[in-house]
Every structure is written in structure tokens, then in C-alpha cells.
Antibody, heavy 117, light 107 residues
Framework: EVQLVESGGGLMQPGGSLTLSCAAS????????MNWIRQSPGQGLEWVSVIYSGGDTYYADSVKGRFTISRDDSKNILYLQMNSLRADDTAVYYC???????????WGQGTLVTVSS | DIQMTQSPSSLSASVGDRVTITCRASQSIGINVNWYQQKPGKAPKLLIF???TLYSGVPSRFSGSGSGTDFTLTVSSLQPEDFAIYYCQQSYNIFRTFGQGTKLEVK
């Protein structure tokens, strides 16, 4: 059974930094395209970033230059380093596995990041 | 960015009803559309990928169709557990985008 467990969320001040983690079991993160998707409170879904199995990374324009996706293959953990946080980064952040036709078939439970002064 | 526009934004229906949700892409995207169901406080669940392929374990009352710019998700006979928010998502390019969601409520 695939399990993705996010952690690291919390209350942050604007301009601060935070690193989210996604511990995977039942799936090897280095063998799949792994993504971060976020959802602002009461709002829809926004794709944030992807890391390919080969290591290439891509970001939404809204986070490019501020967020960095990475993984630790030895620990089977996906990360999202978030710098220069803004109020509009407030959201539940989900770690997801990419499946066929660019769909997302496995999701974590999400971790809430709140950016507020 | 490819914009995905869902309609309606909300829909009231009864158990046993047949309902259809529409998603329109801002450009032609082939069959690169996926559909999700989300219940309050939970992560979304994949229902359909590649516009019409049912994901493993998803009941057959769910179906998808379409290609190009217009796509539909149909629930043939609503069950109590189907009342939720539904999202479409395009995977035509790297920068995935989602529709704004359709809230399916009990009439």
C-alpha cells in the first residue's frame, strides 16, 4: 500500500522560510514523477512543482525562484523548500505521485502552511 | 497557462439522479484531462484519467468523455457517497492546471 505522509507545515511570518517533507512508503519516490499541489483554504487546487525521476524540476510561475523541490533517495523522502513566503502561499500542501496521462493517483493527507504576521 | 473552466460551479441533485459536469479547456488538449473527487477535509481522489479511463477501484457509475476542448464527467446514478466537489485537471503541458471545482450537493 502506498502511503505519502507530509509534515513540516505551520504558522510562518511573511518573508520566512519553511521546508515541507513527504515520507513515502510502498513507493520509491526516485522512480516516479513526484509533485506538490496546494489548496488555499476554501479554494481550488494549484499545481506547485514536479521532480522527474531523472531529477529535472519544474515550478509554477507563482513560486518559481522561491520554492525548491528535491528528494533524498536514501530516505525515500520528497521535500519542498519554501523561501520568501507570502500570505498567498497559505494553503494545504499535498505530496502526490504522478500516474498515467499526468494524473495524480496517490496523495498525502496534506500539511497546512499559514503565512501571516 | 491553459485555463480549465468547469460548469456548473454547483449542482443540486438527488440520490439516483444522473448528473453531468462539464470542463472546457482554453485550447485543444487532446484527451489529456483527468477528474478528481474531493470530500471535506480529505485529499482529492483520482476518478478518471485520459478523459475516459476509469481508475482502478472507481465505481462504473462514473464515466468521462470528450477530447479537444470539451470534456464531461457523468455519474449515472448518484449514490449518497457521491456528494462532493469534483475537479478536472489538464495534463497537456508540464504546468498542470485544475478547474475551479463543481460542488455536488443534496437537493
Amino acid at each position: 500500500e502506498v502511503q505519502l505522509v507530509e509534515s513540516g507545515g505551520g504558522l510562518m511570518q511573511p518573508g520566512g522560510s519553511l521546508t515541507l517533507s513527504c515520507a513515502a512508503s510502498g513507493v520509491t519516490v526516485s522512480r516516479f514523477y513526484m509533485n506538490w499541489i496546494r489548496q488555499s483554504p476554501g479554494q481550488g487546487l494549484e499545481w506547485v512543482s514536479v521532480i522527474y525521476s531523472g531529477g529535472d524540476t519544474y515550478y509554477a510561475d507563482s513560486v518559481k525562484g522561491r520554492f525548491t523541490i528535491s528528494r533524498d533517495d536514501s530516505k525515500n523522502i520528497l521535500y519542498l523548500q519554501m523561501n520568501s513566503l507570502r500570505a498567498d502561499d497559505t494553503a494545504v500542501y499535498y505530496c502526490t505521485r504522478q500516474y498515467s496521462y499526468g494524473s495524480f493517483d496517490q496523495w498525502g493527507q496534506g500539511t497546512l502552511v499559514t503565512v501571516s504576521s | 497557462d491553459i485555463q480549465m473552466t468547469q460548469s456548473p460551479s454547483s449542482l443540486s441533485a438527488s440520490v439516483g439522479d444522473r448528473v453531468t459536469i462539464t470542463c472546457r479547456a482554453s485550447q485543444s488538449i487532446g484527451i489529456n484531462v483527468n477528474w478528481y473527487q474531493q470530500k471535506p477535509g480529505k485529499a482529492p481522489k483520482l476518478l478518471i484519467f485520459a478523459a475516459s479511463t476509469l481508475y482502478s477501484g472507481v465505481p462504473s457509475r462514473f464515466s468521462g468523455s470528450g477530447s479537444g476542448t470539451d470534456f464531461t464527467l457523468t455519474v449515472s446514478s448518484l449514490q449518497p457517497e457521491d456528494f462532493a466537489i469534483y475537479y478536472c485537471q489538464q495534463s497537456y503541458n508540464i504546468f498542470r492546471t485544475f478547474g475551479q471545482g463543481t460542488k455536488l450537493e443534496v437537493k
